[in-house]
């Protein structure tokens, strides 16, 4: 198995953010906060309730890219979805902006 394959996943420094549904791209920087608050600071609307990732409202597809949590989930996800209130754009070796699409 290579190196590169058991390294874990850390944040991203920045990302362009897709949200596909809403057809709004923009740059989201360290600093700017989970994927859920970077969405409500656009304007944009997403369920939400414990905003800690326990109870499930928030989850949306992950179209494109990779997240992390920024603190422990117990929420169950299926496929490709995430939970927009822990999540933060995951970064990619090699890469200096990386670029996440999300279903909002
Ligand atoms: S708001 Fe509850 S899991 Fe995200």
Request: hydrophobic share 40%.
């Amino acid at each position: 198995m290579p190196e590169s394959a058991c390294k874990p996943l850390i944040a991203a420094r920045q990302a362009v953010v897709n949200f596909a549904v809403s057809g709004i791209e923009q740059v989201w920087k360290e600093g700017d906060g989970t994927l859920l608050e970077f969405a409500e600071g656009l304007g944009l609307l997403a369920d939400f309730s414990c905003r800690s990732g326990h109870c499930g409202s928030c989850k949306r597809k992950l179209l494109a890219g990779k997240i992390i949590y920024q603190s422990e989930v117990t929420a169950e996800t299926a496929g490709n979805e995430i939970l927009l209130c822990c999540a933060l754009p995951a970064s990619v070796e090699g890469q200096e902006t990386v670029t996440i699409k999300i279903e909002l």
